[in-house]
T-cell receptor, first 114, second 115 residues
Framework: AQSVTQLDSQVPVFEEAPVELRCNYS??????LFWYVQYPNQGLQLLLK??????LVKGINGFEAEFNKSQTSFHLRKPSVHISDTAEYFC????????????FGTGTRLKVLA | EAGVAQSPRYKIIEKRQSVAFWCNPI?????LYWYQQILGQGPKLLIQ????????DSQLPKDRFSAERLKGVDSTLKIQPAKLEDSAVYLC?????????????FGSGTRLTVV
């Protein structure tokens, strides 16, 4: 079984400051890792994914994430945030074989302040 | 390409009433998913279809929820009778072939309020 923990339910940050959203996972099998963003009243949009290879993954809108297998983490970072980055961010894992279904974390609400 | 279409966007019903949601996935996507997202929680998979067959419905409350995917395209999710705890956003997603390395494409969801 897999589980995903997003310890921070809300993260306030000032515009143009850097931000890190934390994600830790637990799994007995190999997993793929994902970050999704959800803007108000919209569905989830894929930000980036880690399948294999380089542990530093770059995504859309200037976001990047680093896979750390020893710490079972996949933290999301952006060096300089904008007001438009205000949204809910979800970390998810999926087994690399089998049913492929996603297990989502509870989400982190990023609020960018002017 | 057109995205995943869902309707209605919002629905308010009284407990014990029935309700149905509709989803049209991206053309050519074989796999379709229904997720339930309760306020303050991450989405939870209810059911996964591969073409018109069910792959995983282990978390679907089958005493009140049902879903079908006719002809392997559109899908409907029904709740009968609804309970207060069913208040949530119901998200539909599709993927090309079910392998998660492609990622899913999500619809905008249907926000259900049960009063």
């Amino acid at each position: 079984a897999q589980s995903v923990t997003q310890l921070d339910s809300q993260v306030p940050v000032f515009e143009e400051a850097p931000v890190e959203l934390r994600c830790n996972y637990s799994s007995s099998v190999s997993v793929y890792l994902f970050w999704y963003v959800q803007y108000p009243n919209q569905g989830l949009q894929l930000l980036l994914k880690y399948l294999s290879g380089s542990t530093l993954v770059k995504g859309i809108n200037g976001f990047e994430a680093e896979f750390n297998k020893s710490q079972t983490s996949f933290h999301l970072r952006k060096p300089s945030v904008h007001i438009s980055d205000t949204a809910e961010y979800f970390c998810a894992v999926s087994p690399t074989s089998g049913t492929y279904k996603y297990i989502f974390g509870t989400g982190t609400r990023l609020k960018v302040l002017a | 390409e057109a995205g995943v279409a869902q309707s209605p966007r919002y629905k308010i019903i009284e407990k014990r009433q029935s309700v149905a949601f509709w989803c049209n996935p991206i053309s050519g996507h074989a796999t379709l998913y229904w997720y339930q997202q309760i306020l303050g929680q991450g989405p939870k998979l209810l059911i996964q279809f591969q073409n018109n067959g069910v792959v995983d419905d282990s978390q679907l409350p089958k005493d009140r929820f049902s879903a079908e995917r006719l002809k392997g395209v559109d899908s409907t999710l029904k709740i009968q009778p609804a309970k207060l705890e069913d208040s949530a956003v119901y998200l539909c997603a599709s993927s090309l072939d079910g392998s998660s390395n492609y990622g899913y494409t999500f619809g905008s969801g249907t926000r259900l309020t049960v009063v």
